[in-house]
T-cell receptor
Framework: NAGVTQTPKFRILKIGQSMTLQCTQD?????MYWYRQDPGMGLKLIYY???????DKGEVPNGYNVSRSTTEDFPLRLELAAPSQTSVYFC??????????????FGDGTRLSIL | AQTVTQSQPEMSVQEAETVTLSCTYD???????LFWYKQPPSRQMILVIR??????QNATENRFSVNFQKAAKSFSLKISDSQLGDAAMYFC????????FGAGTRLTVKP
């Protein structure tokens, strides 16, 4: 099984550029999440989705947008990249019924640097 | 808001010995879930163990066990017979409607 697949693995952006981080999962999970992990820190939730067409803000949504047109895909968009968005980004998904009691399956992360 | 605190930024253990990683959390909920994740240098997030708050019995997975103290809002992870492959960052996480992570504990295993 591919699980959760994130692309790209690495990217360098200039300030003000935009880009989309791709995330897809093949486990038919309804719940999907985007996190960022700053150096030496834990993960902070950016956005999450409980199903196609539904998205909600997490702890740190400013500067990001998401969409969920299909169950499989949950892209994260940065419209105007800023140095504060330099981080490692993780996408995750979990079993459809309830999010709380199910472990999340994580992608391998995208290391993004804004210069 | 729910917060998760890991008070030990770094811990070290001798191979084959036992180590305990601490985690406390803050919540007004009575029904929730707690997890420990391991993140090796490869950056993968790997589930180690989970605990349902309504269960009094502490979860165990092979060499990994937890000490869940609901009243104290404490959820520590014990690793027995430590192995070199256990070296990693360990994150405690609380889950109700979404998941909140602690800042992590870096575990070093000495041969």
């Amino acid at each position: 099984n591919a699980g959760v697949t994130q692309t790209p693995k690495f990217r360098i952006l200039k300030i003000g550029q935009s880009m989309t981080l791709q995330c897809t999962q093949d486990m038919n999970h309804n719940y999907m999440y985007w996190y960022r992990q700053d150096p030496g820190m834990g993960l902070k939730l950016i956005y999450y989705s409980v199903g196609a067409g539904i998205t909600d803000k997490g702890e740190v949504p400013n500067g990001y947008n998401v969409s969920r047109s299909t169950t499989e895909d949950f892209p994260l968009r940065l419209e105007l990249a800023a140095p504060s968005q330099t981080s490692v980004y993780f996408c995750a998904s979990s079993y459809p019924r309830t999010a709380s009691n199910q472990p999340q399956h994580f992608g391998d992360g995208t290391r993004l640097s804004i210069l | 808001a729910q917060t998760v605190t890991q008070s030990q930024p770094e811990m070290s253990v001798q191979e084959a010995e036992t180590v305990t990683l601490s985690c406390t959390y803050d919540t007004s909920e009575s029904d929730y879930y707690l997890f420990w994740y391991k993140q090796p240098p490869s950056r993968q997030m790997i589930l180690v163990i989970r605990q349902e708050a309504y269960k009094q019995q502490n979860a165990t997975e092979n060499r990994f066990s937890v000490n869940f103290q609901k009243a104290a809002k404490s959820f520590s992870l014990k690793i027995s017979d430590s192995q070199l492959g256990d070296a990693a960052m360990y994150f405690c996480a609380y889950s109700k409607n979404d998941m909140r992570f602690g800042a992590g504990t870096r575990l070093t295993v000495k041969p």
